[in-house]
């Protein structure tokens, strides 16, 4: 089984150079609105081309990348903003991927976008003309993204001791080995 999973995770990161889709984002802070589920649903934008994620569970833009080429590849009959949240997820659970990894209702959200770099610059301005909603800039992302490491790890792994944590010395590698592992085993 190792060996097959081994090959499993060869074949796709071999993948996603071959078929990589044009992949845009930006994130923005919603902290300051109340309402940001139904702002960004009155956007009125593609589905299956656009989703929208939770930014306190991503913890590298890797993660991010390999989630929409697998939601691509897939070729699932579910929309691309339900998709790629599930793929994130270590559990075959739509509504847990979605409680977890979707953007809408949470404070910081990142919107991935896989149409052109026009029509994914226009929505990332529609989004940042919601009053009280700014774009963060990459560095705001990156502090983000290791602010919220433990939690992701923990999300992924659960609890594990000092020993082990040391032991660790990728753990986005291991985030993203475990969340392909989690839906293509």
Not at 46 to 54: A, E, G, I, Q
Not at 114 to 133: A, M, N, T
Not at 147 to 170: Q, V, W
Request: charge should be negative; include cysteine.
């Amino acid at each position: 089984m190792t060996s097959e999973f081994q090959n499993h995770v060869e074949s796709f990161v071999t993948s996603l150079t071959a078929n990589a889709p044009q992949i845009h984002y930006q994130a923005f802070d919603f902290s300051n609105v109340s309402d940001s589920r139904s702002m960004l649903t009155n956007l009125n934008y593609d589905k299956n081309k656009v989703s929208c994620l939770n930014l306190e569970m991503i913890a590298d833009m890797f993660q991010v990348f390999a989630a929409v080429h697998s939601a691509v590849e897939s070729k699932s009959s579910r929309d691309f903003g339900i998709e790629v949240p599930h793929r994130l997820s270590n559990t075959r659970s739509i509504g847990d991927a979605l409680r977890a990894f979707g953007g809408y209702g949470k404070p910081y959200v990142l919107v991935v976008s896989i149409q052109d770099r026009v029509q994914s610059e226009e929505l990332f301005d529609k989004i940042s003309l919601i009053e009280g909603v700014g774009k963060m800039t990459k560095e705001q992302i990156e502090e983000h993204m290791k602010k919220n490491l433990d939690n992701i790890r923990k999300y992924y792994f659960g609890t594990i001791s000092d020993e082990e944590y040391r032991a660790h010395r990728n753990p986005v590698g291991e985030i993203v080995t475990k969340m392909v592992a989690s839906k293509n085993l």
